[in-house]
Nanobody, 118 residues
Framework: EVQLVESGGGLVQAGGSLRLSCAAS????????IGWFRQAPGKEREGVSCISSTDGTTYYTDSVKGRFTISSDNAKNTEYLQMNSLKPEDTAIYYC???????????WGQGTQVTVSS
């Protein structure tokens, strides 16, 4: 059974940090890139970051560049999103997905809530 399980969300004050984890099972982790997405209430889902399985290239949406860092631990089949200098506008449900950074994703997690208070 394919599973992606996010964890690490929570409530944090503006300027604080959180590290999200995405634990993968049921598929060959190394064959897939992992992307992070978020969806705020009343807004469309947006791509936040992605790491390519082919060469490890990382991608970030402009609003998180310099604050968020994506990384992988292939030995643990786990992806991380380190989020620093958090802002209230980062508040959303964060999802991880396995696929290709070009935009096609095959598997999705259930999401973890991140709330940043001002």
């Amino acid at each position: 059974e394919v599973q992606l399980v996010e964890s690490g969300g929570g409530l944090v004050q503006a300027g604080g940090s959180l590290r999200l984890s995405c634990a993968a099972s049921g598929f060959t982790f190394d064959d897939y890139g992992i992307g992070w997405f978020r969806q705020a209430p009343g807004k469309e889902r947006e791509g936040v970051s992605c790491i390519s399985s082919t060469d490890g290239t990382t991608y970030y949406t402009d609003s998180v560049k310099g604050r968020f860092t994506i990384s992988s631990d292939n030995a643990k089949n786990t992806e991380y999103l380190q989020m620093n200098s958090l802002k209230p506008e980062d508040t959303a449900i964060y999802y991880c997905a396995a696929g290709y950074c070009s935009g096609s994703y095959d598997y999705w997690g259930q999401g973890t809530q991140v709330t940043v208070s001002s």
